[in-house]
């Protein structure tokens, strides 16, 4: 038996390796020879130290958006309060300039109160009739309508009728008494109007509606 040294290169790698086995002479050339292989490490630290690259930038960058995420809350908790603070403000203050248009109204009733004994009737009707002009004309600058339909076709989205009379001269559904009149402001009907409607009537025509 005799022993022999082969350099054996491995593919796939750079290392080289030294493989020392006895042939003997009755081995065939078929033989395999197993390699004792030492692989290098210098590839496997470059990727892993890639990877701890990666990881510590894909940290960074989740610890960026949460701070961002964080400021953002913040914002908008501080926007929202700003803004109710602002709104309570503004109704305040809608509140007040309205009720400093009727103090004069409420002067005009004391007035009318203690002039009721020495006062006529009309005279005291008189003063009503004015105190009732000049507060609807304080509503009617806010914008506040009066809804009075007398005669109107009836309309559900801003009456309530209250009663029905059968009258057959008269257009079916047609608001022929006021029991209580309305309010609108804007689209917003604050109180529907109290009315008496007509049936057995006629259809109303498009041109009557």
């Not at 003997?24 to 892993?48: C, F, H, K, Y």
């Not at 961002?68 to 809608?94: C, G, V, Y």
């Not at 005291?124 to 009075?148: N, P, S, T, W």
Request: glycine letters at 6%; a negative charge; aromatic letters at 2%.
């Amino acid at each position: 038996m005799m022993a022999a040294k082969k350099h054996v290169k491995v593919e796939g790698s750079e290392a080289v390796v030294d493989a020392t086995a006895s042939i003997s002479p009755d081995e065939t050339a078929t033989d395999s020879v197993t390699p004792n292989v030492n692989i290098g490490t210098d590839s496997l630290s470059t990727v892993v130290e890639g990877e701890s690259d990666e990881l510590g930038l894909a940290r960074a960058e989740a610890d960026e958006l949460r701070d961002k995420l964080m400021r953002l809350q913040a914002e908008w908790d501080n926007f929202r309060k700003r803004t109710a603070t602002e709104r309570a403000a503004e109704r305040s203050r809608s509140t007040a300039h309205l009720v400093e248009k009727l103090l004069p109204i409420i002067d005009d009733m004391e007035r009318a109160i203690e002039h009721s004994d020495s006062s006529s009737e009309d005279a005291l009707k008189e003063g009503i009739v004015a105190i009732q002009a000049k507060f609807c004309e304080v509503l009617d600058r806010e914008g506040c309508k009066v809804i009075d339909p007398q005669g109107q076709p009836f309309d559900a989205m801003k009456h309530q009728a209250v009663g029905k009379v059968e009258n057959p001269a008269i257009p079916n559904e047609t608001v022929i008494e006021v029991y209580q009149k309305g309010y609108e402001m804007g689209d917003r009907v604050l109180r529907t109007a109290m009315v008496v409607v007509s049936t057995g009537g006629p259809e109303r025509s498009d041109n009557q509606q």
